[in-house]
Nanobody, 117 residues
């Protein structure tokens, strides 16, 4: 019943920008973030943000991407600037919520980001 609905992916030229959105149902999550996975590659974390606003970024995107969240809308965003061809991947929204002493983990369906040269 928990759903993460992603939007904003698409095709963009190198140097361009995209903004991804992930709207979550249910309660506020302790941590939300974005991961990405290219064909034949492992899934890697891109950026995370806690309910208190603490952010963390992969070195490859630091300074170019910005993660934010709107708790009133229960939505997390990823602003991607200065996009590079190597940013091409399926981007997946992730959310975690502490349930007692264990974490509940949820994933979105993924949205394709393609950066052309």
């Amino acid at each position: 019943q928990v759903q993460l609905v992603e939007s904003g992916g698409g095709l963009v030229q190198a140097g361009g920008s995209l903004r991804l959105s992930c709207a979550a149902s249910g309660s506020i999550f302790g941590t939300m973030g974005w991961y990405r996975q290219a064909p034949g590659k492992q899934r890697d974390v891109v950026a995370t943000i806690t309910s208190g606003g603490i952010t963390n970024y992969a070195d490859s995107v630091k300074g170019r991407f910005t993660i934010s969240r709107d708790n009133a809308k229960n939505t997390v965003y990823l602003q991607m600037n200065s996009l590079k061809r190597e940013d091409t991947a399926v981007y997946l929204c992730n959310a975690r919520s502490l349930n007692g002493i264990t974490w509940d983990v949820y994933w979105g369906q993924g949205t394709q980001v393609t950066v052309s040269s």
